[in-house]
């Protein structure tokens, strides 16, 4: 348990992170150190002069994370997390725990290792994941992440009462859903990197056979090529690695990972949109994959895996209509309503016309798209924050528009190449049923 400190008189001393903290970013400052130094530089110093270097850049980093785990601190002040950093330069963060959308534990492998997580935290109008707690015990991390989603009102008043307190252990919940390994593997093999890798495989072994040429260089770019290729399902397996679904409450709670677990939990008044795909090779199987955006997740971050956006990776109709009535309650995946665009949007969308469509459900706006992928956007009107009618060039000489639904998640949806008094019709109706949705929630 780490150890409190603080000014005396304080109701609730500050919480340092758990000493191992220092130790695990010193492991992580000794791959990038050698990866820095690189070979060369081993070949022209010698081992010892190179093992050298190492120690002491090591040394320094070490030296350095403990100084910087001495002065970081963290403890709950009121509605508000404070977290406290630095030496000479001394920062204190104080994060409003009103505007907290989304709590998260990743455990990265070196923090298995030793028993530890990482508490990473979101709020409304953050550019980046604010306040990252690197690193606590386990049971600690899963205390204060109950204890700031009920100070928030996101969670069971239950939440244990102070930080340092000895921590029950978080509800269960019910469980929606775990998808099998073996669907996961079977569906990214069933992508178009995956599917086309044996015939690029065979070309390049074809072309190495009639030229008669196997450098070393050519060798290596081309599994450095295919590797790029396979980068990306590879990781999608390895991310969502023994998903499973729960709900507790009013949240939904989402584990998975292989390398780097991670346990997200997700209000479900701050989903903006559920995202409904059916990729071309996935249809003979049945399968869709299924994906939120959630309100003051942070679409500046870098890594995409940062965000809650996963609700079902792969899974059948069944499995998609049981998930989708859970986050969007009285909506049917089979009996959406849709209509296509005019027969003169054909000019701008000779293959995919038929495909593309827009419908008022009774809770939910519904806008279809995609031709080889198949996607539908759901989005309740209550989270509608503007609509829009833009029209483009060629639009304005065929009578068109596109009508967009912002969201406060960003990409909200869009009813594109609408007859152009459709599409003010349909904009008016948006704004209508998005004001009355947003009043009844404030009436309840």
């Known amino acids: ?34 990866a820095g130094l690189s070979w060369s530089t081993l070949s022209r110093v010698g081992f010892g002069w190179f093992a050298a270097l190492v120690a002491v850049f090591v040394l320094g980093a070490t030296v350095l994370s403990v100084v910087s785990w001495w002065n970081t601190g963290y403890h709950v002040v009121g509605r508000e997390l404070r977290v406290y950093e630095g030496l000479l330069w001394r920062r204190t963060r104080a994060i409003p725990l009103e505007r907290l959308q989304a709590v998260e534990v990743v455990r990265p492998l070196l923090a298995q290792l030793t028993g530890l997580a990482e508490l990473r935290l979101e709020v409304v109008g953050g550019g980046k994941t604010e306040a990252p707690l690197a690193y606590l015990g386990v049971a600690e991390a899963a205390a204060l992440r109950q204890r700031l989603l009920a100070v928030a009102g996101r969670a069971p008043a239950s939440a244990p009462a102070t930080v340092g307190a000895p921590s029950t252990p978080a509800p269960a919940g019910r469980r929606l859903h775990a998808v099998r390994n073996q669907d996961l593997l079977v569906s990214q093999l069933l ?139 009285g909506v049917r995946l089979d009996a959406l309503p849709g209509t296509p665009p005019p027969r003169r949007a054909r000019w701008l969308r000779p293959l995919s016309r038929a495909v593309v469509g827009v419908g008022l459900d009774e809770r939910v706006f519904v806008a279809r798209s995609g031709l080889l992928t198949r996607s539908v956007t759901l989005v309740p009107y209550a989270r509608i ?33 609408r007859d152009l008094a459709d599409a ?9 049923r998005a004001q009355a949705a947003r009043s009844a929630d404030r009436s309840r």
């Open 385 to 417: 924050q503007s609509v829009r009618v833009t029209q483009g060039p060629a639009q304005r000489r065929l009578r068109l528009a596109t009508v967009h639904a912002d969201t406060a998640g960003g990409a909200g949806a869009a009813a594109v190449d």
């Open 191 to 329: 992508t178009p990197q995956a599917f086309l890798l044996p015939f690029g495989l065979a070309f390049v072994v074809a072309q190495f056979l009639s030229e008669g040429s196997w450098s070393f260089i050519a060798v290596a770019s081309t599994l450095t090529a295919m590797a790029g290729v396979l980068l990306q399902p590879v990781r999608r397996v390895l991310d969502d690695w023994s998903f499973r679904l729960d709900a507790d409450g009013d949240t939904l709670r989402v584990h998975n990972g292989l390398l780097e677990t991670r346990v997200q939990t997700v209000p479900l008044h701050r989903v903006q949109t559920v995202g409904v795909t059916w990729p071309l090779l996935w249809r003979m199987k049945g399968w869709l994959r299924l994906r939120l955006e959630v309100a003051g997740y942070s679409a500046g971050e870098p890594d995409d895996r940062n965000r809650p956006d996963r609700l079902l990776p792969v899974g059948d109709a069944g499995t998609g209509e049981r998930v989708v009535a859970e986050v969007l309650p």
């Open 424 to 432: 003010w019709e349909l904009a008016a109706e948006l704004t209508a």
């Open 1 to 34: 348990m780490p150890a409190p400190w603080g000014p005396p008189g304080e109701t609730e001393p500050r919480q340092r992170l758990h000493p191992l903290s220092p130790a695990l970013h010193g492991a992580k400052s000794l791959v990038v150190v050698i």
